[in-house]
Every structure is written in C-alpha cells, then in structure tokens.
C-alpha cells in the first residue's frame, strides 16, 4: 500500500518548497503546470520515496549537479536524467562542458551555492551562470517528479517545462542506462 499525496499548486505553498525555487517559480512562464506535495523528508531519495508513494522510476528525473574543471577554473551544471539511468559525466557531460575533468559536485559548496537542501536540489531557481542540461527523455515525459529544493517535498511538472528553464539545453543521450 502506497503513501498518499496531496497535491497542490506550487506558487500556493511555498513552504514547501526551498526559497530560491519559490523565487524562481514565480517569475517561469508555465508555473501554472507545476504542482507540489508533502512527502517524509526520510524518504526524499528516488528509489525510497517512489517505492513508498507508488511512483515509478519512470515518472522521476535526478538533478545530479557536476563539477567541470579546466586548468584552475572550475563551473557547475546541472544534469536532468530520468531515475531509471545515470549522467553520462565522463563522456558526454565532460566534452560539453569543455572540461578536462568533470565530477559530482561536492555537497557542502553545492547546498551552499543553491540555498537548496541535498537529497531535494532541483533545476529550478540555480544559479543563473550554471547550465542545465536535459536528457530527451525527460524533456518528453508528459509528468514528471523532481525535487523541490528541501527533502520535504516533490515537485510534478510536464518534462518540456524543464527544457524552457533559463540555461537549459535539451542533450539527447545525457542519460544512459545504469549499472
């Protein structure tokens, strides 16, 4: 038996959501479409919180947000790939970015950088400068569960809502399969 959920329009309960995403929501055309619910901070992690509230891997995108490093500079991006694979980081992400190295970002300057809580960062009020970058698959779910910036929440949205976001570029093959 599956967890229930509430939804609720976004803009409507921005205590659910992290306030850089509330900003953020406010000023995207298509907010309309984006809907948030409760869910136990516990159970924020993908594969927990879909077994518990009966979601699909499918339905579910990870914002995994990379470091690209070039000589001494580093950059930050943000990659949306559905649950079910993981970011190409080493091959596609990296020569995208035209960074020599590309990793995970550290968590500590990640959380810090967003005002956004680990386990809940979502494309969705970044830092302007960082690129977000949208594997197709997600960009063509007609629904699709992301984070809202805190572990207490989820946001369902239509995928294409993502590759409108300010610096985002749809990149076909960004998610590959896992294991």
């Known amino acids: 038996m599956s967890l229930p959920l509430t939804y609720h329009a976004a803009l409507s309960r921005p205590d659910l959501l992290a306030p850089p995403v509330a900003t953020a929501l406010r000023l995207l055309p298509g907010a309309d479409q984006v809907r948030v619910a409760e869910i136990d901070p516990s159970l924020a992690d993908t594969a927990q919180f879909c077994a518990a509230y009966g979601i699909t891997p499918e339905e579910s995108a990870n914002c995994v947000v990379i470091a690209a490093r070039r000589g001494g500079e580093v950059t930050y991006a943000a990659c949306m790939v559905a649950a079910t694979t993981r970011a190409d ?22 959380t810090s950088m967003t005002g956004m809580e680990y386990g809940g960062i979502t494309p969705i009020g ?26 207490g929440s989820k946001l369902w949205l239509p995928g294409s809502l993502l590759a409108e976001l300010p610096g985002a570029e749809v990149l076909p093959g960004l998610g590959v399969a896992a294991g």
Request: charged share 20%; proline share 8%; hydrophobic share 45%.
């Open 89 to 110: 980081v080493n091959g596609l992400v990296r020569q995208h970015l035209g960074a020599r190295k590309a990793s995970f970002g550290p968590v500590d300057v990640v």
């Open 126 to 151: 970044l830092p302007e400068s960082w690129p977000v970058l949208v594997d197709d698959l997600v960009a063509k779910t007609p629904s699709v569960v992301i984070g809202s910036g805190i572990r």
